[in-house]
C-alpha cells in the first residue's frame, strides 16, 4: 500500500474496517454513540456471517 503525503494523518476507514471484522473495535477513531452501536452489532448473527466473509475473502453476497 502507498501512503498518499497528502492523506498523511486522515483517517481511513480500510483499517479501521479490517480491525473490526478481526473482533476489534478502535476505541479512539469513533465517537461514543458508534462505539457503543458496534459492539452491538458484534453480537449479531450478521456480524458473524460478515466476518466469516471477510476472513475467507468470500466475496459472495449474504443469503
Not at 1 to 25: C, D, F, H, K
Not at 31 to 41: V, Y
Request: no cysteine; proline share 3%; glycine share 4%.
Amino acid at each position: 500500500m502507498v501512503e498518499l503525503e497528502s492523506l498523511v494523518g486522515v483517517i481511513s476507514a480500510t483499517p479501521l474496517r479490517e480491525a473490526y471484522y478481526y473482533g476489534e473495535i478502535i476505541e479512539s477513531a469513533f465517537p461514543l454513540g458508534t462505539s457503543e452501536f458496534l459492539h452491538k452489532f458484534k453480537k449479531m448473527a450478521i456480524y458473524q456471517q460478515l466476518q466469516d466473509k471477510y476472513l475467507t475473502q468470500d466475496k459472495t453476497n449474504l443469503e
